[in-house]
């Protein structure tokens, strides 16, 4: 049974920076993706940054481009959102997510494991 367990969330102010964490575990088969999706109050959820498989180069979003950073440890099968120059409209609660063939990370239906979400508060 896959499992996708986030950590690292909490309340900071504008500025400041937070680090996310997803610890992964129950693969049989290494994930297509991995992703970190955001979802703020009455708003859909939506991608904030994926890597994939053999691909060195870390997708985002535009609104976060610049000041996050998804990056992977393999060994230790965790993968980690860094997050500078918070604002308030990154306020929400952030997903871990993960895809095997033939799903993806490019939106939230394509996705096939999720995590429980922690939560991020950025005030003004």
């Known amino acids: 049974q896959v499992q996708l367990v986030e950590s690292g969330g909490g309340s900071v102010q504008t500025g400041g920076s937070l680090r996310l964490s997803c610890a992964a575990s129950?693969?049989?088969?290494?994930?297509?993706?991995m992703a970190w999706f955001r979802q703020a109050p009455g708003k859909e959820r939506e991608r904030v940054a994926a890597?994939?498989?053999?691909?060195?180069?870390?997708v985002y979003a535009d609104s976060v481009k610049g000041r996050f950073t998804i990056s992977q440890d393999n060994a230790k099968n965790t993968l980690y959102l860094q997050m500078n120059s918070l604002k308030p409209d990154d306020t929400g609660t952030y997903y871990c997510?993960?895809?095997?063939?033939?799903?993806?990370?490019?939106?939230?239906?394509?996705?096939?494991?999720w995590g429980q979400g922690t939560r991020v508060t950025v005030s003004s």
């Open positions: 997510a993960a895809a095997q063939f033939p799903g993806t990370c490019s939106a939230p239906q394509n996705v096939g494991y």
């Open positions: 129950g693969y049989t088969y290494r994930p297509r993706c």
């Open positions: 890597v994939y498989t053999g691909d060195s180069s870390p």
